[in-house]
């Protein structure tokens, strides 16, 4: 082989590979402009779907989000920022489905919400906060079959007290987390705003509650009563390792009377919990 076959040989070799390094799994760079000619989106895509890196743009040419995809579904980080540069939300996706905890901020930058996600659907405390980054209030999601799910809920007035006028939730308290085989596990359970008031009754369920707090159809449910908006559960192991109590609080009222009730008291209030604990 000449030196000039031998040349032309490593330039198509090189060709080759160059070609193979931007398209032979199909990928390709796509570019959408505004009217003014500023870059609008710009990724990498494959079989017609988006996959690998996308970036947006304002028509000022400053970035306005950043996600990645595979074959066509959002995955792991996805950034988008307020023109001003600061961020705006921070999301992560596996598949296509929002999971871990969301971060949405004021255009000042400051924190705005905080939403767990689990299989793309809010699933415990989403904490809210003003522009001065003081928390307002506290919302828990769970989610039952394809429905999201209001739980509980507290309200913060200005000087960051709880509102109680406002507010819907309970406490847990638990003599101790670690318990001995042998020994009672104590839960105190307490309706801190009881919507029914004075005319309101407590009752607590404990049972075989799934994490969507469903109950198998032969499970077993103990009801405790509860007295001033308390109520004290006790649980007897039978077994060692870490134990996990799902149960509801209802809040609801008793019709002593032949009178019509208002619309508002017939109704019974639930409120779900979970409180886990260890047996040595």
Known sequence: MTESERSIFKLIAFVIVGLCFVGCDNTEKMVWHYPNGQVEVEGQYKDGMAHGKQVEYYPSGKVKGVSYFVNGKREGKTAVYYENGNPKSNVTFNRGVMIDTAKYFHESGVLEQSVPFKRGRKNGWVDFYDREGNLVQRHEYFSQGDQEHQNQYIVFDEKGRIDADSSVYITLKSSANTVKLGESYRLLVKLETPLMGSKGKMEVHIGNFNEEYRLGKNSIRDTVKGKNNFAIVLI?????????????????????????????????????????????
């Open 236 to 280: 007897e192991p039978k077994r060692r390792g870490r134990h996990r109590v799902r149960g509801r609080v209802v809040n609801y009222v008793v019709n002593d009377s032949k009178e019509e009730q208002p619309e508002w008291l017939k109704r019974e209030v639930h409120i779900y919990f979970t409180k886990e604990y260890y047996v040595l």
